[in-house]
């Protein structure tokens, strides 16, 4: 596997494989790979001649108290995974080469209403840094397939619909999410949970698994979402939300709707904030 920082670099190497007639798969990530990322780069093997990923971490989806400065950089390692995993090229760029005249003077992508509940909510100006970032990668990349992982489930939303309005021709894979042995979904900032911590965080999953066993039962909607608040509280955790939420544009279902729905949490333990999706 080959590692390229510049855009010229990249463009090369993409365009000679697309004269070619070879299939393109991409796998944006923000770098510090763990197995859930490596499962996206086996998939994207599967549908594809050539593989490219990218590592950026991005500034523009970052709020101004969150951990930016302090988001975990391993690009040696990353690289060492991805080869053994069946990556062909890594973008590394740095920020100038994606924001050309700097993230505050960037253009910006907005995805009206999906971006705007739950996380979009909590986190202001989140999304347009996703939409914004994606788009441009898509760009660079120009890749027939892109593969992104369904724990953040939103942003898969996300980016499902700005693929759509856009017309890219792009097929969007979504991937299931990599589970540790206790149900907590892989995430980079699980390293920052203490070893008690990252014990106690399964109780997300299990938590989960009781709102999707009670929306079947018949249990209403917000019996189910107080009971979740309760059992997470009572853990220790500190909730941003345990919701249930139309699987298509995580919408609020009406009071017996039952059929395609999805159960989101977003909670706080320690200095890490989860999230996870179960349907």
């Known amino acids: 596997m080959d590692t390229v920082s510049s855009v010229e670099d990249l463009r090369a190497r993409v365009g000679a494989w697309r004269r070619a007639g070879k299939r393109i798969g991409f796998v944006p990530t923000m770098g510090n790979l763990h197995n859930g990322h490596f499962s996206l780069i086996s998939i994207a093997r599967m549908h594809a001649d050539h593989v490219v990923a990218s590592v950026f971490v991005n500034p523009t989806q970052f709020g101004p108290r969150e951990d930016f400065a302090s988001y975990p950089r391993t690009l040696e390692q990353d690289q060492a995974g991805l080869s053994a995993h069946g990556c062909d090229l890594l973008f590394a760029p740095p920020v100038d080469a994606i924001y050309p005249f700097g993230p505050d003077a960037s253009v910006r992508i907005e995805v009206p209403g999906i971006s705007d509940v739950l996380e979009g909510a909590l986190r202001p100006g989140h999304f347009a840094g996703v939409a914004t970032v994606v788009a441009k990668l898509f760009n660079l990349v120009q ?6 992982g369904q724990k953040d489930y939103q942003q898969l939303l996300v980016i499902q619909r700005l693929t759509r309005d856009l017309r890219l021709p792009i097929e969007i894979l979504p991937a299931a999410t990599l589970r540790e042995a206790n149900g907590l979904a892989m995430s ?3 390293q920052y949970l203490s070893s008690d911590e990252r014990e106690r965080a399964g109780i997300i999953y299990s938590t989960l698994c009781g709102m999707r066993d009670a929306l079947h039962a018949g249990q209403a909607h917000a019996a189910v979402e107080a009971d979740a608040h309760r059992v997470l509280e009572q853990a220790g955790l500190v909730l941003d939300y345990a919701v249930l939420r139309r699987k298509t544009d995580l919408t609020e279902p009406e009071k017996n709707e039952r059929a ?20």
């Open 188 to 190: 980079s900032r699980n």
């Open 143 to 148: 890749p027939d397939i892109a593969v992104f």
């Open 260 to 279: 395609g729905l999805i159960a989101l949490i977003a909670a706080k333990l320690g200095r890490a904030r989860l999230i996870d999706n179960l349907d």
